[in-house]
């Protein structure tokens, strides 16, 4: 795991090529100030500007810069012209002889100066600290707080830097957004050497930049797990929604050796929701955010492991070893392993949505986006829980909210409590028997032409926002050939591996399949990737449990 930076000081710089002065100046700043401040000192004009960039990248504040006014290559008001593009919120100080009192004048109107302070200042006590302290006071005074995150960098409408942003939401990773056509999202380009024809630019806490990053890349620099530590484990769950964590939380604290592979984030379709109201135990609710990080803290408490960003490909028996395949070529073998894949949201095949994903087309509730929704019309396409869900959390700040269902009522997918807080709230209206034809618009999202399923009419509507929740299919297509599924790709398991009371035909032991375990003995399978799931978050945590429970049962026999 990445080290967490360590907390950052404000700086107070200080710039002279005469490096008998420069070290004098960093000496009294340092004696009277180097409790509070981080000193730091250069001896040109380019390296001030370097390690203002750094600074920039890493996330530190600069409070007050004193330059010396004459400086080789670059003098003290050009360099501070520059440093006014990287810290406009900095307080400048020119450092003068009496002969150069005039530029120091001419200056107040260039670079904006603070103040000019002439050489030389002893006693400091008397001309240098309070001329300081008033300018550290003035500066605190401003709206220049630390930000010790991960910054981003983007295009509002680009679809990568909508991702990063989901990712970094999603594994709960701090991160600060910067739109590229604004002035600190340009400075930061500035810092970091781009041009900006290549985006998201990520910049982590530990100022390392990253561009277009993949997400093991990011996974990596953000301080997530992407490695094993061990090459065997007891069990391997692949899939970290709430079948996936119920594993991991029940398979570690009973001692087993336990692993969490998670291609994206944890907490599957559940994490994306804004708001669960009928789990158990949580009479007010609770969002799925909240609820996987205290589940992903509580496997993590008990020794399980939680790999993210790592894509598994192949699954195989190799003697009693269960061996797991990822994307890049390496694997982790386990006595056993839970397939807690979830599932992924259906693709809306009308024209114009594959282009405008992430650019106003979202599948599922997509948090990062919910905030900009403040006052516009938002349209949810889909009739269950999860679109019940997202439209009474959207509610709360959009114009408008419009369920767009293709059957003739919500009754059919819709849980009855979310029927009713739909029915009560004032701005959301369900347009029945209703599909979406086509979505039109250049950089992002602008019209949807909506079809009447039953006159076949079509009618063209503004919409900068749409959300689609339309069924889900399995992320099982990796395991054709190895495990047994059915026809739209859900898992069998036990029962649904005997249904005339024998095992499959392959079955190589004496005794018939565990109740959800697979056609692969010591592979189990929890959650909504099961055939004839409930497709519930309290059923898939039960399954996950229960697959503990059978992998004891498992272990103890092989």
């Known amino acids: 795991m990445t080290q967490a930076a360590e907390p950052a000081r404000t700086v107070i710089l200080t710039v002279d090529d005469d490096p008998g002065v420069s070290r004098a100046v960093a000496r009294d700043l340092r004696r009277h100030y180097g409790a509070g401040y981080r000193i730091v000192r250069a001896e040109s004009g380019e390296s001030a500007l370097e390690a203002l960039r750094e600074l920039k990248l890493r996330g530190d504040l600069v409070a007050v810069i004193l330059a010396d006014y004459r400086m080789p290559q670059m003098n003290g008001i050009e360099f501070l012209e ?8 900095a307080r400048r100080v020119l450092l003068t002889a009496y002969a150069d009192t005039n530029a120091a004048i001419d200056a107040i109107n260039v670079v904006d100066l603070d103040h000019y302070l002439l050489k030389p200042w002893d006693p400091p006590e008397e001309k240098l600290y309070p001329v300081v302290d008033d300018l550290l006071a003035a500066w605190r005074s401003s709206d220049y707080r630390p930000v010790p995150a991960t910054k981003v960098v983007g295009h509002r409408w680009s679809a990568r830097s909508s991702q990063v942003r989901e990712f970094l939401a999603r594994n709960q990773v701090p991160y600060r957004w910067y739109s590229c056509d604004e002035p600190e999202g340009r400075r930061l380009l500035e810092a970091a050497g781009a041009d900006g024809q290549r985006l998201p630019l990520v910049v982590t806490p530990q100022c390392t930049v990253l561009i277009e990053p993949a997400p093991a890349d990011l996974a990596a620099h953000v301080g997530l797990a992407t490695t094993p530590s061990a090459d065997f ?25 336990t692993v969490l592979v998670e291609r994206s984030a944890t907490g599957g379709q559940a994490g994306q929701s804004s708001r669960i109201e009928n789990y158990l135990g949580f009479p007010d609710g609770v969002s799925g955010a909240q609820l996987t990080e205290r589940a992903r803290r509580q496997a993590g408490r008990f020794g399980a492991e939680i790999l993210t960003a790592r894509e598994v490909t192949g699954l195989e028996a190799v003697g009693p070893a269960r061996v797991v395949r990822f994307s890049d070529g390496s694997s982790v073998a386990a006595h056993s392993v839970i397939l807690a894949t979830g599932v992924s949201y259906r693709q809306l095949m009308a024209p114009g949505c594959e282009d405008l994903t992430g650019r106003g087309v979202y599948y599922g509730s997509s948090l990062t986006e919910a905030a900009s929704c403040q006052g516009h019309d938002v349209y949810i396409v889909g009739g269950a829980n999860s679109a019940g869900q997202a439209a009474m ?3 709360r700040g959009a114009k ?14 819709m849980s009855y409590y979310l029927i009713q807080q739909i029915e009560e709230a004032p701005n959301i209206s369900v347009r029945t028997r209703t599909a979406v034809e086509a979505a039109y618009g250049e950089e992002h999202l602008e019209r949807l032409s909506l079809r009447d399923v039953d006159s076949g ?13 339309i069924g889900a299919a399995p992320l099982t297509d990796w395991l054709d050939g190895t495990v047994l599924r059915d026809d739209r790709g859900f898992i069998l398991a036990a029962p649904d591996l005997t249904p005339d009371g024998r095992p499959p035909a392959d079955w190589p032991l004496d005794r018939p399949p565990y109740h959800l375990e697979t056609n692969i003995p010591g592979v189990f399978v929890a959650g909504d990737a099961r055939a004839q799931s409930a497709k519930r978050v309290a059923s898939a945590v039960g399954e996950g449990a229960m697959a503990v429970m059978l992998v004891h049962r498992y272990l103890e026999q092989s």
Do not use: C, H, K
């Open 400 to 413: 408008s909210v419009t369920l767009l269902v293709r059957g003739p009522s919500l009754a059919a997918s």
């Open 82 to 89: 520059q440093a006014l593009n990287v810290y406009p919120g």
């Open 233 to 257: 484990y007891d069990v391997v769950v692949i899939g970290g929604g709430p079948a996936g964590l119920g594993a991991a939380v029940y398979g570690a604290s009973e001692g087993l050796r």
């Open 457 to 469: 009419g079509t009618e063209l509507v503004d919409a900068q926002w749409m959300f689609v929740f």
């Open 393 to 395: 959390y959207l509610s």
